[in-house]
Protein backbone atom coordinates (compact mmCIF):
# COMPACT_ATOMS: atom_id res chain seq x y z
CA UNK A 1 0.00 0.00 0.00
CA UNK A 2 1.57 3.48 -1.03
CA UNK A 3 0.95 5.25 2.37
CA UNK A 4 0.61 8.63 1.22
CA UNK A 5 1.38 10.47 4.80
CA UNK A 6 4.42 9.17 5.38
CA UNK A 7 4.88 11.71 8.54
CA UNK A 8 1.95 9.89 10.30
CA UNK A 9 4.29 6.86 10.11
CA UNK A 10 7.28 7.42 11.02
CA UNK A 11 7.04 9.39 14.52
CA UNK A 12 4.40 8.98 16.78
CA UNK A 13 2.60 8.67 19.80
CA UNK A 14 1.40 9.27 22.90
CA UNK A 15 -0.79 10.40 25.41
CA UNK A 16 0.80 11.09 29.02
CA UNK A 17 -1.83 10.80 31.36
CA UNK A 18 -2.29 7.16 30.98
CA UNK A 19 -4.72 5.97 34.17
CA UNK A 20 -2.23 7.47 36.30
CA UNK A 21 -2.07 6.74 39.74
CA UNK A 22 -4.33 8.56 41.58
CA UNK A 23 -4.96 7.68 44.95
CA UNK A 24 -2.91 9.00 47.63
CA UNK A 25 -5.63 12.01 48.63
CA UNK A 26 -7.87 9.30 49.75
CA UNK A 27 -9.02 6.15 51.89
CA UNK A 28 -5.85 4.29 52.34
CA UNK A 29 -7.56 0.87 51.07
CA UNK A 30 -7.59 2.62 47.75
CA UNK A 31 -4.93 1.67 44.98
CA UNK A 32 -4.05 3.13 41.91
CA UNK A 33 -5.40 0.35 39.03
CA UNK A 34 -2.12 0.88 37.47
CA UNK A 35 1.32 0.72 39.00
CA UNK A 36 4.12 2.31 37.22
CA UNK A 37 5.99 -0.59 35.92
CA UNK A 38 2.36 -2.00 34.50
CA UNK A 39 1.74 1.61 32.94
CA UNK A 40 0.04 0.47 29.46
CA UNK A 41 1.00 2.85 26.64
CA UNK A 42 -1.90 5.02 25.41
CA UNK A 43 -1.49 4.58 22.17
CA UNK A 44 -0.11 1.86 19.51
CA UNK A 45 3.63 3.30 18.70
CA UNK A 46 3.13 3.13 15.21
CA UNK A 47 6.58 3.21 13.26
CA UNK A 48 7.73 2.20 9.98
CA UNK A 49 9.24 -1.28 10.21
CA UNK A 50 12.53 0.34 9.39
CA UNK A 51 15.16 -2.49 9.19
CA UNK A 52 16.26 -1.89 12.95
CA UNK A 53 18.86 -3.49 14.47
CA UNK A 54 18.24 -7.19 14.40
CA UNK A 55 17.04 -9.22 17.40
CA UNK A 56 19.01 -12.54 17.82
CA UNK A 57 17.47 -15.20 16.79
CA UNK A 58 17.57 -18.35 19.21
CA UNK A 59 15.67 -20.77 17.35
CA UNK A 60 18.14 -23.50 15.58
CA UNK A 61 17.84 -22.62 11.64
CA UNK A 62 16.77 -25.48 9.42
CA UNK A 63 18.38 -25.99 6.04
CA UNK A 64 17.43 -22.72 4.67
CA UNK A 65 16.16 -22.25 0.89
CA UNK A 66 19.24 -21.47 -1.21
CA UNK A 67 17.99 -19.59 -4.08
CA UNK A 68 15.34 -17.46 -4.78
CA UNK A 69 13.75 -19.58 -6.88
CA UNK A 70 13.70 -22.06 -3.94
CA UNK A 71 12.27 -19.26 -1.26
CA UNK A 72 9.02 -19.14 -4.10
CA UNK A 73 8.55 -22.86 -4.10
CA UNK A 74 8.42 -23.09 -0.07
CA UNK A 75 6.15 -19.92 0.10
CA UNK A 76 3.25 -21.63 -2.53
CA UNK A 77 3.88 -24.57 -0.76
CA UNK A 78 3.27 -22.85 2.59
CA UNK A 79 0.40 -20.70 0.97
CA UNK A 80 -1.73 -23.77 -0.03
CA UNK A 81 -1.24 -25.39 3.45
CA UNK A 82 -2.43 -21.66 5.33
CA UNK A 83 -5.57 -21.85 2.69
CA UNK A 84 -6.53 -25.61 3.72
CA UNK A 85 -5.73 -24.47 7.34
CA UNK A 86 -7.88 -21.64 6.95
CA UNK A 87 -11.05 -23.64 5.49
CA UNK A 88 -10.66 -24.97 9.00
CA UNK A 89 -10.63 -21.60 10.94
CA UNK A 90 -13.76 -19.51 11.81
CA UNK A 91 -12.41 -16.90 13.12
CA UNK A 92 -14.34 -13.98 14.41
CA UNK A 93 -13.63 -10.96 11.89
CA UNK A 94 -14.22 -7.49 12.66
CA UNK A 95 -14.11 -3.98 10.23
CA UNK A 96 -14.44 -0.29 11.62
CA UNK A 97 -14.09 2.40 9.15
CA UNK A 98 -13.53 6.17 8.92
CA UNK A 99 -14.51 7.96 6.11
CA UNK A 100 -11.95 10.76 5.94
CA UNK A 101 -12.59 14.46 4.49
CA UNK A 102 -9.65 17.06 4.38
CA UNK A 103 -10.18 20.32 5.43
CA UNK A 104 -8.95 23.80 4.95
CA UNK A 105 -5.61 22.91 7.19
CA UNK A 106 -5.13 19.95 5.49
CA UNK A 107 -5.77 18.03 8.90
CA UNK A 108 -7.87 14.88 7.86
CA UNK A 109 -10.99 14.19 9.84
CA UNK A 110 -13.58 11.63 9.86
CA UNK A 111 -16.97 12.41 9.18
CA UNK A 112 -18.47 8.73 8.82
CA UNK A 113 -18.09 5.75 9.56
CA UNK A 114 -18.90 1.91 9.32
CA UNK A 115 -18.74 -1.41 11.42
CA UNK A 116 -18.88 -5.28 10.61
CA UNK A 117 -18.74 -7.91 12.99
CA UNK A 118 -18.96 -11.35 11.57
CA UNK A 119 -17.50 -14.75 11.28
CA UNK A 120 -15.16 -15.59 9.00
CA UNK A 121 -15.75 -19.00 7.10
CA UNK A 122 -13.32 -19.79 4.14
CA UNK A 123 -14.89 -23.25 2.95
CA UNK A 124 -15.91 -21.64 -0.10
CA UNK A 125 -13.50 -19.22 -0.17
CA UNK A 126 -13.55 -16.00 2.16
CA UNK A 127 -17.07 -15.12 3.24
CA UNK A 128 -18.44 -14.32 6.25
CA UNK A 129 -21.65 -14.95 8.05
CA UNK A 130 -22.71 -11.10 10.22
CA UNK A 131 -23.60 -10.49 13.51
CA UNK A 132 -24.44 -6.82 12.91
CA UNK A 133 -27.94 -8.08 11.00
CA UNK A 134 -28.92 -5.70 8.00
CA UNK A 135 -32.41 -7.10 7.26
CA UNK A 136 -33.05 -7.81 3.92
CA UNK A 137 -29.30 -8.66 2.88
CA UNK A 138 -27.48 -11.98 1.82
CA UNK A 139 -24.68 -13.24 3.93
CA UNK A 140 -21.74 -11.66 1.77
CA UNK A 141 -20.20 -9.01 3.28
CA UNK A 142 -20.68 -6.98 0.18
CA UNK A 143 -24.25 -7.14 0.70
CA UNK A 144 -23.96 -5.52 4.23
CA UNK A 145 -22.85 -2.45 3.13
CA UNK A 146 -24.89 0.52 2.82
CA UNK A 147 -24.26 3.92 0.58
CA UNK A 148 -21.18 4.46 -1.85
CA UNK A 149 -19.60 1.34 -0.10
CA UNK A 150 -22.29 -0.82 -1.33
CA UNK A 151 -20.91 -0.19 -4.99
CA UNK A 152 -17.02 -0.37 -4.27
CA UNK A 153 -16.34 -2.84 -2.17
CA UNK A 154 -14.42 -5.55 -2.70
CA UNK A 155 -16.69 -8.72 -4.02
CA UNK A 156 -15.95 -10.51 -0.73
CA UNK A 157 -15.17 -7.28 1.46
CA UNK A 158 -12.73 -7.00 3.70
CA UNK A 159 -12.50 -10.96 4.30
CA UNK A 160 -11.00 -10.96 1.14
CA UNK A 161 -7.45 -9.00 1.89
CA UNK A 162 -6.56 -12.07 4.71
CA UNK A 163 -5.44 -14.11 1.15
CA UNK A 164 -2.80 -13.61 -0.98
CA UNK A 165 -4.35 -15.36 -3.79
CA UNK A 166 -6.70 -18.39 -2.93
CA UNK A 167 -4.64 -20.42 -5.67
CA UNK A 168 -1.27 -18.61 -5.15
CA UNK A 169 1.11 -20.21 -8.30
CA UNK A 170 4.55 -19.47 -9.31
CA UNK A 171 3.14 -19.21 -13.04
CA UNK A 172 1.64 -16.27 -12.32
CA UNK A 173 3.72 -14.40 -10.67
CA UNK A 174 6.93 -12.54 -11.36
CA UNK A 175 8.87 -12.31 -7.95
CA UNK A 176 12.34 -9.95 -7.03
CA UNK A 177 13.66 -9.94 -3.82
CA UNK A 178 14.14 -6.88 -2.16
CA UNK A 179 16.21 -7.41 1.09
CA UNK A 180 16.34 -9.15 4.20
CA UNK A 181 14.36 -7.01 7.01
CA UNK A 182 13.49 -7.72 10.83
CA UNK A 183 9.45 -7.38 11.73
CA UNK A 184 9.97 -7.07 15.23
CA UNK A 185 12.07 -10.37 16.54
CA UNK A 186 11.27 -12.36 13.35
CA UNK A 187 13.63 -12.05 10.25
CA UNK A 188 11.76 -11.64 7.21
CA UNK A 189 12.82 -11.57 3.24
CA UNK A 190 10.90 -9.26 1.63
CA UNK A 191 10.02 -10.06 -1.68
CA UNK A 192 7.88 -8.06 -4.58
CA UNK A 193 5.33 -9.82 -6.42
CA UNK A 194 3.41 -8.78 -9.33
CA UNK A 195 0.87 -10.68 -11.47
CA UNK A 196 2.07 -11.94 -14.99
CA UNK A 197 0.90 -9.97 -17.68
CA UNK A 198 -1.95 -10.58 -20.02
CA UNK A 199 -3.81 -12.74 -16.97
CA UNK A 200 -7.34 -11.97 -17.02
CA UNK A 201 -8.06 -12.32 -13.38
CA UNK A 202 -6.92 -10.22 -10.79
CA UNK A 203 -4.76 -11.08 -8.51
CA UNK A 204 -1.97 -9.81 -6.04
CA UNK A 205 0.19 -7.48 -6.77
CA UNK A 206 3.15 -5.76 -3.94
CA UNK A 207 4.69 -6.78 -1.41
CA UNK A 208 5.11 -9.99 1.04
CA UNK A 209 7.58 -10.46 4.32
CA UNK A 210 8.71 -13.81 4.53
CA UNK A 211 9.93 -15.63 7.98
CA UNK A 212 12.86 -17.72 6.79
CA UNK A 213 12.82 -20.57 8.99
CA UNK A 214 9.33 -21.93 7.29
CA UNK A 215 8.90 -19.41 4.69
CA UNK A 216 5.55 -18.76 6.07
CA UNK A 217 4.25 -15.17 4.74
CA UNK A 218 4.02 -12.86 7.57
CA UNK A 219 2.95 -9.57 6.02
CA UNK A 220 1.81 -8.43 2.60
CA UNK A 221 1.07 -5.48 1.51
CA UNK A 222 -0.33 -3.93 -1.94
CA UNK A 223 -3.28 -4.20 -4.19
CA UNK A 224 -5.30 -6.46 -6.43
CA UNK A 225 -4.81 -6.19 -10.42
CA UNK A 226 -6.28 -5.57 -12.64
CA UNK A 227 -9.22 -3.76 -10.88
CA UNK A 228 -12.33 -4.65 -11.97
CA UNK A 229 -14.52 -2.41 -13.90
CA UNK A 230 -17.77 -2.17 -11.41
CA UNK A 231 -16.15 -2.64 -7.92
CA UNK A 232 -12.52 -1.29 -6.66
CA UNK A 233 -9.76 -3.59 -4.69
CA UNK A 234 -8.50 -1.16 -2.13
CA UNK A 235 -4.99 -1.30 -1.00
CA UNK A 236 -4.22 -3.59 2.56
CA UNK A 237 -1.36 -3.91 4.82
CA UNK A 238 -2.43 -7.76 6.20
CA UNK A 239 -0.22 -9.36 9.11
CA UNK A 240 -0.47 -12.99 10.50
CA UNK A 241 0.57 -13.81 14.09
CA UNK A 242 2.14 -17.16 15.14
CA UNK A 243 -0.53 -18.44 16.71
CA UNK A 244 0.79 -22.21 17.06
CA UNK A 245 4.13 -23.53 16.40
CA UNK A 246 4.75 -23.27 13.05
CA UNK A 247 1.25 -21.17 12.09
CA UNK A 248 0.97 -18.58 11.24
CA UNK A 249 -2.62 -16.80 10.89
CA UNK A 250 -4.42 -13.70 9.85
CA UNK A 251 -4.89 -11.07 12.91
CA UNK A 252 -4.46 -7.53 11.19
CA UNK A 253 -5.53 -6.24 8.36
CA UNK A 254 -4.95 -1.43 7.72
CA UNK A 255 -6.73 -0.42 4.47
CA UNK A 256 -6.72 2.77 3.10
CA UNK A 257 -7.55 4.95 0.36
CA UNK A 258 -6.88 8.69 0.03
CA UNK A 259 -8.17 9.30 -3.68
CA UNK A 260 -9.70 6.72 -5.32
CA UNK A 261 -12.00 8.17 -7.88
CA UNK A 262 -15.72 6.49 -7.95
CA UNK A 263 -17.04 8.08 -10.93
CA UNK A 264 -17.03 11.88 -12.22
CA UNK A 265 -17.10 13.69 -9.37
CA UNK A 266 -16.76 11.19 -6.30
CA UNK A 267 -13.81 10.15 -4.87
CA UNK A 268 -13.63 8.04 -1.99
CA UNK A 269 -10.99 8.91 1.38
CA UNK A 270 -11.21 6.41 4.49
CA UNK A 271 -9.15 4.19 6.90
CA UNK A 272 -10.13 0.84 8.04
CA UNK A 273 -8.76 -1.35 11.14
CA UNK A 274 -9.49 -5.06 10.17
CA UNK A 275 -9.15 -7.46 13.39
CA UNK A 276 -9.48 -11.23 13.32
CA UNK A 277 -9.78 -13.45 16.72
CA UNK A 278 -11.22 -16.41 18.44
CA UNK A 279 -9.09 -19.36 15.86
CA UNK A 280 -9.14 -21.41 19.15
CA UNK A 281 -12.03 -23.81 18.29
CA UNK A 282 -12.01 -25.11 21.22
CA UNK A 283 -13.03 -22.26 23.13
CA UNK A 284 -16.35 -21.80 20.70
CA UNK A 285 -17.32 -24.83 22.77
CA UNK A 286 -18.77 -26.67 19.61
CA UNK A 287 -17.32 -29.91 19.97
CA UNK A 288 -16.10 -30.23 23.29
CA UNK A 289 -14.98 -33.30 25.14
CA UNK A 290 -17.20 -34.98 27.85
CA UNK A 291 -15.29 -34.33 30.39
CA UNK A 292 -15.42 -30.10 30.03
CA UNK A 293 -18.69 -30.43 29.41
CA UNK A 294 -19.37 -32.22 33.36
CA UNK A 295 -16.08 -29.42 34.51
CA UNK A 296 -19.06 -26.55 32.91
CA UNK A 297 -21.59 -28.08 35.08
CA UNK A 298 -22.95 -24.27 36.71
CA UNK A 299 -21.52 -24.51 40.42
CA UNK A 300 -24.31 -22.73 41.67
CA UNK A 301 -26.90 -25.64 41.53
CA UNK A 302 -24.38 -27.34 43.81
CA UNK A 303 -24.96 -27.62 47.05
CA UNK A 304 -22.73 -24.84 48.12
CA UNK A 305 -24.95 -23.82 51.61
CA UNK A 306 -23.63 -24.08 54.90
CA UNK A 307 -26.44 -25.71 56.65
CA UNK A 308 -27.66 -28.21 52.96
CA UNK A 309 -30.77 -26.55 53.51
CA UNK A 310 -33.41 -25.70 50.98
CA UNK A 311 -32.43 -22.10 49.69
CA UNK A 312 -34.93 -19.75 51.06
CA UNK A 313 -36.75 -17.42 48.78
CA UNK A 314 -34.27 -14.84 49.05
CA UNK A 315 -31.07 -16.90 48.38
CA UNK A 316 -32.96 -18.80 45.62
CA UNK A 317 -33.74 -15.84 44.10
CA UNK A 318 -29.78 -14.63 43.86
CA UNK A 319 -29.21 -17.68 43.05
CA UNK A 320 -31.70 -17.82 39.76
CA UNK A 321 -30.04 -14.59 39.09
CA UNK A 322 -26.38 -15.54 38.95
CA UNK A 323 -27.60 -18.48 36.83
CA UNK A 324 -28.79 -16.45 34.22
CA UNK A 325 -25.56 -14.19 34.59
CA UNK A 326 -23.89 -17.21 34.48
CA UNK A 327 -25.12 -18.70 31.33
CA UNK A 328 -25.34 -15.39 29.27
CA UNK A 329 -20.96 -14.61 30.54
CA UNK A 330 -20.61 -18.28 29.05
CA UNK A 331 -22.37 -18.02 26.17
CA UNK A 332 -20.88 -14.60 25.01
CA UNK A 333 -17.31 -15.91 26.21
CA UNK A 334 -17.66 -19.02 23.98
CA UNK A 335 -18.95 -16.89 20.87
CA UNK A 336 -15.67 -15.41 21.15
CA UNK A 337 -17.38 -11.69 22.11
CA UNK A 338 -15.96 -12.10 25.49
CA UNK A 339 -12.33 -12.37 26.56
CA UNK A 340 -11.68 -15.02 29.22
CA UNK A 341 -11.03 -13.61 32.37
CA UNK A 342 -7.49 -12.24 32.46
CA UNK A 343 -4.93 -9.64 34.30
CA UNK A 344 -7.39 -6.52 32.67
CA UNK A 345 -10.27 -7.95 34.31
CA UNK A 346 -8.19 -7.30 37.80
CA UNK A 347 -7.12 -3.60 36.90
CA UNK A 348 -11.02 -2.81 36.38
CA UNK A 349 -12.13 -4.59 39.43
CA UNK A 350 -9.20 -2.38 41.58
CA UNK A 351 -10.94 0.44 40.12
CA UNK A 352 -14.20 -0.87 40.98
CA UNK A 353 -12.60 -1.53 44.77
CA UNK A 354 -11.84 1.72 45.09
CA UNK A 355 -14.85 3.16 44.27
CA UNK A 356 -16.88 0.46 46.63
CA UNK A 357 -14.27 1.16 49.35
CA UNK A 358 -13.98 4.83 49.57
CA UNK A 359 -18.17 4.54 49.48
CA UNK A 360 -18.36 2.14 52.24
CA UNK A 361 -19.97 -0.02 50.47
CA UNK A 362 -20.30 -3.82 50.98
CA UNK A 363 -22.01 -6.09 47.99
CA UNK A 364 -23.63 -9.17 48.88
CA UNK A 365 -21.71 -11.34 47.01
CA UNK A 366 -19.18 -11.55 44.18
CA UNK A 367 -18.59 -8.68 41.48
CA UNK A 368 -16.45 -9.18 38.20
CA UNK A 369 -15.53 -7.27 35.90
CA UNK A 370 -14.74 -8.92 31.83
CA UNK A 371 -13.88 -7.71 28.33
CA UNK A 372 -15.98 -7.35 25.47
CA UNK A 373 -13.74 -8.10 22.64
CA UNK A 374 -15.30 -5.52 20.23
CA UNK A 375 -14.88 -2.03 19.08
CA UNK A 376 -18.00 -0.42 19.38
CA UNK A 377 -17.78 2.10 22.60
CA UNK A 378 -20.12 0.21 25.54
CA UNK A 379 -20.37 -0.93 28.80
CA UNK A 380 -23.24 -2.81 30.54
CA UNK A 381 -23.84 -5.21 33.39
CA UNK A 382 -24.96 -8.59 33.60
CA UNK A 383 -26.18 -9.24 36.92
CA UNK A 384 -23.14 -8.21 39.18
CA UNK A 385 -20.56 -8.58 35.39
CA UNK A 386 -19.36 -5.26 34.59
CA UNK A 387 -18.69 -5.22 31.17
CA UNK A 388 -16.55 -3.12 28.88
CA UNK A 389 -15.81 -3.50 25.61
CA UNK A 390 -12.24 -3.66 24.11
CA UNK A 391 -12.50 -0.04 22.39
CA UNK A 392 -14.03 1.83 24.83
CA UNK A 393 -11.15 1.01 27.21
CA UNK A 394 -8.44 1.99 24.07
CA UNK A 395 -9.73 5.46 23.61
CA UNK A 396 -9.89 6.19 27.81
CA UNK A 397 -7.34 9.15 28.78
CA UNK A 398 -6.90 8.36 32.28
CA UNK A 399 -7.87 6.15 35.19
CA UNK A 400 -10.22 9.13 36.26
CA UNK A 401 -12.41 8.01 33.02
CA UNK A 402 -12.07 4.48 33.69
CA UNK A 403 -13.72 5.39 37.14
CA UNK A 404 -16.24 7.38 35.53
CA UNK A 405 -17.78 4.37 33.35
CA UNK A 406 -16.95 1.90 35.80
CA UNK A 407 -18.87 3.93 38.55
CA UNK A 408 -22.36 4.30 36.05
CA UNK A 409 -22.37 0.46 35.66
CA UNK A 410 -21.06 0.01 39.32
CA UNK A 411 -24.67 1.94 40.19
CA UNK A 412 -27.08 -0.56 38.53
CA UNK A 413 -25.62 -3.12 40.69
CA UNK A 414 -25.65 -1.06 43.89
CA UNK A 415 -29.24 0.15 42.87
CA UNK A 416 -30.37 -3.75 42.48
CA UNK A 417 -31.21 -3.30 38.82
CA UNK A 418 -32.62 -6.66 37.53
CA UNK A 419 -31.35 -8.88 34.64
CA UNK A 420 -33.55 -10.34 32.46
CA UNK A 421 -33.66 -13.55 34.23
CA UNK A 422 -35.48 -15.67 31.19
CA UNK A 423 -31.56 -16.49 30.51
CA UNK A 424 -31.50 -18.73 33.51
CA UNK A 425 -33.82 -21.59 31.23
CA UNK A 426 -30.92 -23.37 29.22
CA UNK A 427 -33.22 -23.63 25.95
CA UNK A 428 -33.19 -19.55 25.63
CA UNK A 429 -29.52 -19.89 25.05
CA UNK A 430 -30.10 -22.04 22.11
CA UNK A 431 -29.59 -19.90 19.20
CA UNK A 432 -27.31 -19.38 16.30
CA UNK A 433 -24.22 -17.38 16.97
CA UNK A 434 -24.77 -14.60 14.47
CA UNK A 435 -28.33 -13.84 16.13
CA UNK A 436 -26.57 -13.02 19.85
CA UNK A 437 -26.99 -9.35 19.70
CA UNK A 438 -30.90 -9.54 19.18
CA UNK A 439 -31.11 -12.89 21.56
CA UNK A 440 -29.05 -11.01 24.30
CA UNK A 441 -30.02 -7.69 25.54
CA UNK A 442 -28.61 -5.90 28.23
CA UNK A 443 -30.12 -2.47 27.70
CA UNK A 444 -31.94 -0.61 30.57
CA UNK A 445 -34.80 1.97 30.66
CA UNK A 446 -34.45 5.43 30.25
CA UNK A 447 -35.48 5.74 34.61
CA UNK A 448 -32.52 3.44 35.10
CA UNK A 449 -29.94 5.25 33.37
CA UNK A 450 -30.92 8.48 34.80
CA UNK A 451 -30.29 6.88 38.20
CA UNK A 452 -27.36 5.38 37.27
CA UNK A 453 -26.20 8.13 36.24
CA UNK A 454 -27.08 10.19 39.59
CA UNK A 455 -25.71 7.51 42.07
CA UNK A 456 -22.32 6.95 40.05
CA UNK A 457 -21.49 10.90 40.74
CA UNK A 458 -22.34 10.93 44.25
CA UNK A 459 -19.92 7.23 43.94
CA UNK A 460 -17.32 9.65 42.00
CA UNK A 461 -17.15 12.22 44.35
CA UNK A 462 -15.97 10.41 47.30
CA UNK A 463 -13.51 8.36 45.57
CA UNK A 464 -9.48 9.15 44.96
CA UNK A 465 -10.71 10.53 41.85
CA UNK A 466 -13.27 12.81 42.71
CA UNK A 467 -10.13 16.09 42.14
CA UNK A 468 -9.70 14.39 38.58
CA UNK A 469 -12.58 14.48 37.18
CA UNK A 470 -12.43 17.32 34.72
CA UNK A 471 -10.86 14.87 32.19
CA UNK A 472 -13.46 12.35 32.64
CA UNK A 473 -15.90 15.35 31.73
CA UNK A 474 -13.55 16.26 28.59
CA UNK A 475 -13.53 12.64 27.16
CA UNK A 476 -17.44 13.03 27.31
CA UNK A 477 -17.79 16.27 25.75
CA UNK A 478 -14.92 14.88 22.77
CA UNK A 479 -17.52 11.72 22.06
CA UNK A 480 -20.63 14.13 22.31
CA UNK A 481 -18.69 16.08 19.99
CA UNK A 482 -17.74 13.07 17.62
CA UNK A 483 -20.88 11.53 17.94
CA UNK A 484 -23.11 12.38 14.99
CA UNK A 485 -19.98 11.55 12.67
CA UNK A 486 -19.10 8.24 14.33
CA UNK A 487 -22.41 6.92 14.90
CA UNK A 488 -21.51 3.13 14.31
CA UNK A 489 -18.55 4.19 16.77
CA UNK A 490 -20.88 4.65 19.64
CA UNK A 491 -23.55 2.58 18.66
CA UNK A 492 -23.65 -0.09 21.19
CA UNK A 493 -24.67 -3.75 20.36
CA UNK A 494 -25.34 -5.07 23.68
CA UNK A 495 -26.11 -2.48 26.42
CA UNK A 496 -27.60 1.63 26.27
CA UNK A 497 -25.74 4.07 24.20
CA UNK A 498 -22.80 6.53 25.73
CA UNK A 499 -24.10 9.75 23.43
CA UNK A 500 -25.55 10.65 20.77
CA UNK A 501 -26.49 14.20 19.32
CA UNK A 502 -28.51 15.73 22.19
CA UNK A 503 -27.29 13.54 24.90
CA UNK A 504 -24.66 11.96 26.85
CA UNK A 505 -24.06 9.80 30.05
CA UNK A 506 -23.02 10.83 33.04
CA UNK A 507 -23.70 14.85 31.35
CA UNK A 508 -22.95 16.17 35.26
CA UNK A 509 -19.41 15.67 34.77
CA UNK A 510 -19.44 18.33 31.40
CA UNK A 511 -19.74 21.49 33.53
CA UNK A 512 -16.69 20.78 35.43
CA UNK A 513 -14.32 19.94 32.21
CA UNK A 514 -12.43 22.84 30.77
CA UNK A 515 -13.21 23.48 27.45
CA UNK A 516 -11.99 21.30 23.92
CA UNK A 517 -9.24 23.03 22.28
CA UNK A 518 -8.18 20.61 19.61
CA UNK A 519 -4.83 22.71 18.97
CA UNK A 520 -3.75 21.82 22.07
CA UNK A 521 -1.18 19.22 22.10
CA UNK A 522 -0.97 18.81 26.23
CA UNK A 523 -4.87 18.25 25.83
CA UNK A 524 -5.93 14.73 25.34
CA UNK A 525 -9.54 14.10 25.55
CA UNK A 526 -9.03 10.66 24.40
CA UNK A 527 -6.78 8.12 22.66
CA UNK A 528 -6.84 6.78 18.80
CA UNK A 529 -8.19 3.36 18.39
CA UNK A 530 -6.42 0.39 19.31
CA UNK A 531 -3.60 1.38 21.70
CA UNK A 532 -4.32 0.04 24.85
CA UNK A 533 -5.54 -3.07 24.84
CA UNK A 534 -4.26 -6.46 22.79
CA UNK A 535 -6.12 -9.49 21.85
CA UNK A 536 -4.48 -12.84 21.63
CA UNK A 537 -6.26 -13.86 18.33
CA UNK A 538 -6.16 -17.70 19.01
CA UNK A 539 -7.07 -17.15 23.21
CA UNK A 540 -8.87 -14.31 22.83
CA UNK A 541 -6.91 -13.49 26.31
CA UNK A 542 -6.48 -9.29 26.70
CA UNK A 543 -4.34 -7.71 27.89
CA UNK A 544 -2.19 -4.49 28.29
CA UNK A 545 -0.60 -3.25 25.07
CA UNK A 546 3.80 -2.83 26.84
CA UNK A 547 4.66 -0.33 23.73
CA UNK A 548 5.72 2.89 25.78
CA UNK A 549 4.29 6.31 25.17
CA UNK A 550 5.97 8.64 22.64
CA UNK A 551 5.56 12.69 23.11
CA UNK A 552 3.46 14.30 20.31
CA UNK A 553 5.06 16.13 18.15
CA UNK A 554 1.76 18.13 16.94
CA UNK A 555 -1.79 18.58 18.15
CA UNK A 556 -2.35 16.56 14.42
CA UNK A 557 -1.20 13.48 15.96
CA UNK A 558 -3.52 13.40 18.99
CA UNK A 559 -6.14 11.10 16.90
CA UNK A 560 -9.11 11.30 19.32
CA UNK A 561 -11.44 8.30 18.37
CA UNK A 562 -9.46 8.43 15.02
CA UNK A 563 -8.12 4.83 13.44
CA UNK A 564 -4.29 4.37 12.61
CA UNK A 565 -1.96 1.80 10.88
CA UNK A 566 -0.94 -1.49 12.45
CA UNK A 567 2.71 -2.03 13.26
CA UNK A 568 2.40 -5.56 15.86
CA UNK A 569 6.14 -6.91 16.77
CA UNK A 570 6.09 -10.28 15.77
CA UNK A 571 7.38 -12.68 17.50
CA UNK A 572 8.22 -16.24 16.67
CA UNK A 573 6.57 -19.26 18.80
CA UNK A 574 9.23 -21.90 19.36
CA UNK A 575 8.23 -25.73 18.74
CA UNK A 576 9.22 -26.69 22.14
CA UNK A 577 6.12 -25.39 23.95
CA UNK A 578 6.87 -21.38 25.10
CA UNK A 579 3.15 -20.24 24.94
CA UNK A 580 4.45 -16.85 24.83
CA UNK A 581 1.55 -14.77 22.37
CA UNK A 582 3.43 -13.00 20.01
CA UNK A 583 1.09 -10.16 20.20
CA UNK A 584 2.99 -6.71 21.41
CA UNK A 585 2.80 -3.21 19.61
CA UNK A 586 6.13 -3.22 18.05
CA UNK A 587 8.61 -0.28 19.01
CA UNK A 588 12.24 0.16 17.96
CA UNK A 589 13.18 0.45 21.47
CA UNK A 590 11.51 -2.92 22.07
CA UNK A 591 13.55 -4.43 19.58
CA UNK A 592 16.61 -2.97 20.88
CA UNK A 593 15.85 -4.06 23.92
CA UNK A 594 15.45 -7.73 22.76
ZN1 LIG B 1 -26.40 2.22 32.25
Known amino acids: MQIVRSGSLL ?14 DSSSAAQPALSPKAAPSSAAAQTAPAPTTPAPSTDPQPPAAATLNEVIDRVV ?142 RFNGSYYPQPRINFFFHFDSWRLNMRPGTWLPAYVYTEESNLK ?9 KAQTRLWGYDLKSLGKNEEFTQILID ?31 AVDRLQKIGLLAPPGEVDKILATVVNNLLVTNNIDLQGDLHCRILLTQPLESFTIGHTIVMSRGLLDVLPDE ?9 ELSHIVLGHRLDTKLAFNDKMFFPDEESFQR ?6 PAEEAAADTKALELLKNSPYKDKLGNAGLFLKAL ?13 HLGNSFADKKNVRMAGLLASAPALDEKRVDQIAA ?33 EFEITPFFPYLTRLSANGTEKVALTTGSPSQTQQK
Request: aromatic share 8%.
Open 77 to 218: QREHLFMAQMRHMHPMIETYLQDLKDDKDGNTTPVKDQYFLGRLDMADGPEDVSFVGQPGFGHRMVAKLTGVYSLHFLPMGFAQMVVVDSDFQKKSYNFTFVRREFLGEVRCLVIDVQPKEGDRVSRFMGRIWVEDQDYNIV
Open 400 to 408: ASLAMVLAH
Open 297 to 327: SPQSVNDQSPTAADATPVVAERMWEQQAEEN
Open 11 to 24: VLMVLVCAFAATAQ
Open 262 to 270: TGLTKTLHF
Open 527 to 559: LPLGGRIKVDPWTDQAELSKAKPVALTSAREKM
Open 440 to 445: MDFKRN
Open 480 to 492: QEKAPELQHLIRP
